[in-house]
């Protein structure tokens, strides 16, 4: 499955091309609306977790980054906080199948600070 996703000639998600009209829709590409909900939901969380000054959200899907910028840039045109430093730089999963393996664990396994 690795070989049929990854591989970086005939990988499925290793191709700059877009899949969009070519394949099936995900819900970023169906419309910006999937972002700008994951937005709200990202500011709501924050302000619980009492306004941290750091951060980080990671983009860990398989895509090209669409849904990190459909939430930016609800962010910035609402002035919402994710549109301005700590939250402007949302990283892409670069090694993939790493963030895949994690994703897949129970949430009980997973490295969580209170």
């Known amino acids: 499955m690795r070989e049929c996703l ?3 000639v005939q990988g499925y998600y ?3 091309e877009s899949k969009r009209f070519a394949d099936y829709y995900t819900s970023v590409d169906v419309h910006p609306v999937f972002g700008r909900l994951l ?4 500011v709501e969380m924050w302000e619980n ?3 941290p000054a750091e951060l980080m959200l990671v983009e860990a899907g398989a895509g ?3 849904c990190a910028v459909h939430v930016l ?8 906080p994710c549109a301005t430093s700590p939250w402007s730089a949302v990283p892409l999963a670069a090694n ?3 963030f895949v393996r994690s994703a897949m664990r129970p949430p009980d396994a997973l490295p969580l600070r209170p």
């Open 73 to 80: 840039d609800f962010c910035e045109a609402h002035m919402m």
């Open 49 to 51: 977790l009492g306004r």
């Open 96 to 98: 993939r199948p790493r």
């Open 6 to 8: 990854y591989h970086p």
């Open 64 to 66: 090209v980054g669409r």
């Open 39 to 42: 937005a709200r939901q990202f």
């Open 14 to 16: 290793s191709k700059a």
